[in-house]
Structure formats: structure tokens, C-alpha cells
């Protein structure tokens, strides 16, 4: 059974940094894209990184790259998101998910990230 756990968010002020964690476990994810996504209230869901272990790709979309960094450490099966210079906007629930063909069919509980100004 995939299972995908975030870990890592809370309330911080505007300007902080804040480090979130997914660990996963039921099988090797080696050859799969790890991503993470946010959704704020009233907003559809949004790509923000992923990366793909075995080949040590990264991917960012362009409102976080530069303040945000995806990375992994295969023998823990965890995959981070460090989040930098905080703003407000970034408040949202922050979801890690994982997949290996085309759609991402696995997905976290997700974790609450609330910045403060």
C-alpha cells in the first residue's frame, strides 16, 4: 500500500523560511516524478516542484523558482520542500504527491502552511 505523508508546516511570519517533508513507503520510488503541490482557499490546485530520483531532475514552476527547492534522500524514501523568503500568498495546503506514467495517483493528507504578515 503507497503511502505519502507530509510533515513539516505551521505558522510562520512573512520572510521566514520553513522546510516540509514526504515520506513515502509501500514500494520503490526511485523511478517516480515526486512532486508538490499547494491549494489556497478558493483556488484550484497548484504545480509547485518535482523531481525524479534516479535521474536527479528538478522542476519548478515559475512563481516559487528561486525561493523554493525540491530535493530527496533515497535512503530515507522522503522527499523536502525548502521554502524561502516567505510571503503571505504562499499560505495554503501544501500536498506531495507521486507518479510514474502520466498522472500523479498518489497523494499525501497534505500539510497546513499559514505565513503571516
Known amino acids: 500500500q503507497v503511502q505519502l505523508v507530509e510533515s513539516g508546516g505551521g505558522l510562520v511570519q512573512a520572510g521566514d523560511s520553513l522546510r516540509l517533508s514526504c515520506a513515502a513507503s509501500g514500494r520503490t520510488f526511485s523511478d517516480y516524478y515526486m512532486a508538490w503541490f499547494r491549494q489556497a482557499p478558493g483556488k484550484e490546485r497548484e504545480f509547485l516542484a518535482a523531481t525524479k530520483w534516479s535521474a536527479g531532475h528538478t522542476y519548478y514552476a515559475e512563481s516559487v523558482k528561486g525561493r523554493f527547492t525540491i530535493s530527496g534522500d533515497n535512503a530515507k524514501n522522503t522527499v523536502y520542500l525548502l521554502m524561502n523568503s516567505l510571503k503571505p500568498e504562499d499560505t495554503a495546503v501544501y500536498y506531495c504527491?507521486?507518479?510514474?506514467?502520466?498522472?500523479?495517483?498518489?497523494w499525501g493528507q497534505g500539510t497546513q502552511v499559514t505565513v503571516s504578515s
Open positions: 504527491a507521486a507518479r510514474k506514467d502520466v498522472d500523479y495517483n498518489y
